[in-house]
């Protein structure tokens, strides 16, 4: 087993910064898509914030973090950890393949987070709920399928 962990020196390309463009301006348009219609009807201008216009505030800083927070961990995939021993041999791959499970969850999460604030701008609960599972699905399936392909790369001793 190895002491120190494995340096991978891949910089950004320009498919990573597409994916953060990608991931961000989905939780931009969904914030846009409620500001405009919260300040289109004149009843609503006169009214100060409610539940609903703080839970989608939250939900758009929590989508920005977690774009930010997965951005910088697919920056540094040795600092994760990995079911399998990470050797000169299997490295690049176990840390690509970390990279595409993490490009896969940041889109997905963020797309997500922007139907969820459609959503409760739209007041329609059963999409609410309906994305509800079907986020939780998606994720899990990104994970289970990513950790099934990283024991692929264990070296037999």
């Known amino acids: 087993m190895m002491n120190n962990k494995l340096r991978d020196k891949k910089q950004k390309s320009v498919a990573d910064w597409l ?21 289109c009807e004149e009843e609503m201008v006169s009214q100060n914030f409610g539940k609903k216009d703080i839970s989608i505030m939250v939900l758009f800083g ?3 973090l977690i774009v930010i927070g997965l951005s910088i961990l697919r920056s540094c995939p040795q600092q994760l950890n990995y079911p399998v021993e990470i050797t000169n041999n299997n490295y690049k791959p176990l840390y690509l393949l970390a990279r595409r499970m993490l ?3 940041e889109v997905v ?10 959503a409760i701008e739209a007041n329609n609960t059963e999409c609410l709920i309906l994305l509800t599972v079907l986020f939780f699905s998606i994720i899990m399936l990104v994970l289970v399928v990513g950790v099934f392909k990283m024991y692929s790369y264990k070296e037999n001793r």
């Open 62 to 64: 929590e989508g920005i």
């Open 103 to 105: 490009y896969l969850a």
């Open 109 to 118: 999460i963020a797309i997500c987070f922007a139907c969820f604030i459609i």
């Open 19 to 39: 994916i953060d463009i990608v991931s961000v301006v989905a939780l931009i348009f969904s914030l846009g898509y409620y500001l405009f219609y919260r300040f």
